[in-house]
């Protein structure tokens, strides 16, 4: 899903690491992984590298928010997401799954859901059908704790809320962006759920800045 993003890094001189989580995509068959898991995931990838920049894209947000605690990292970026508070779960951002069972992938369709599927052309929803797995009933259902006091800079990128709309939810101390403080960077970026799709470029672009 990275890849037009991590080719415009890279060709810009930097090192990109797609981190797939275990449970997921080509990791599937690794069974009902949890939170945990994904932020030990993120910690190897992570380990002996330098000046390395955590980005985490909408559940992502979780692991990357705990192994940011853990290892020294230069800098954390969400995309589409926040630094949720200890105690958030994945589960509780939603409708409740039917089941306890793997988490299916939502349906791809844009009539159905404009905003979190905008600026997507049949090509990169066909991807997404495509490509799209279960994701562990135990890593959504799992509270997370940072487990760590390591605390670096965060930058946040906006997809489908605007600043307006963060500032709000900020001040009505919504859980969202409760924990963005006033020294975290937010840049906004229109367009839907799946910026590395939509506007890779612009994604790339502020990334780097």
């Not at 990109?16 to 990791?27: H, M, P, S, W, Y």
């Not at 969400?78 to 200890?86: E, I, K, M």
Request: hydrophobic fraction near 45%.
């Amino acid at each position: 899903m990275w890849d037009a993003v991590a080719e415009r890094l890279r060709a810009a001189g930097d090192r990109a690491i797609g981190v797939t989580l275990a449970g997921v995509g080509d990791r599937a068959d690794e069974g009902d992984a949890d939170l945990e898991q994904h932020v030990a995931d993120i910690i190897a990838a992570a380990r002996g590298q330098e000046n390395v920049v955590l980005v985490g894209h909408s559940y992502a947000g979780l692991p990357v928010t705990a192994a940011a605690a853990r290892v020294p990292v230069r800098r954390v970026i969400y995309v589409d997401s926040g630094p949720l508070p200890d105690g958030t779960r994945q589960l509780d951002m939603g409708p409740p799954p039917e089941s306890t069972g793997p988490v299916p992938p939502r349906d791809w369709d844009p009539v159905a859901d404009p905003d979190l599927l905008r600026g997507l052309d049949a090509e990169a929803l066909a991807l997404l059908e495509k490509r799209a797995t279960t994701h562990p009933y135990a890593s959504v259902a799992q509270p997370l704790r940072r487990g760590g006091s390591l605390n670096p800079p965060a930058g946040l990128i906006a997809c489908t809320f605007s600043l307006e709309q963060i500032t709000a939810m900020r001040a009505a101390g919504h859980p969202f962006f409760a924990s963005v403080g006033d020294d975290v960077r937010i840049s906004e970026l229109p367009t839907g759920h799946w910026p590395m799709l939509s506007e890779p470029a612009k994604l790339a672009d502020l990334l780097r800045a």
